[in-house]
């Protein structure tokens, strides 16, 4: 016997959408506060979908159109720019 199931919720993109690696301001919407990939049940895509956009926002991050993180996440390990100039009060 065959189980009918209903979709959850409705979705946004159509099953046939193009997620643009070139696009991070509409690639912002799928990262987190933390710099990480929301999941697809917060999302709500489906799991192809949801494939898509990580494939895009890691093309994006490697390319530097997205960062990578939190800004400090970003800046752990480097050290602060010294100014060469003195201070002068």
């Known amino acids: 016997m065959k ?4 979709a959850k919720y409705r979705q946004e ?12 301001v509409s690639l912002t919407r ?7 990939i929301v999941p697809a049940r917060i999302s709500k895509l489906s ?3 949801q ?6 926002v890691r093309k994006a991050r490697s390319v530097g159109l ?14 602060e720019p010294i100014n060469p100039t003195p201070f002068e009060a």
């Open 13 to 24: 993109f159509s099953g046939d959408h193009h997620f643009d690696y070139k696009d991070p």
């Open 47 to 49: 799991i192809s979908q």
């Open 3 to 6: 189980k009918s199931s209903k």
């Open 66 to 79: 997205l960062p990578s993180g939190m800004e400090h996440y970003d800046n752990l390990y480097r050290q």
């Open 30 to 36: 799928f990262v987190g506060d933390g710099g990480k």
């Open 51 to 56: 494939r898509k956009v990580s494939a895009a």
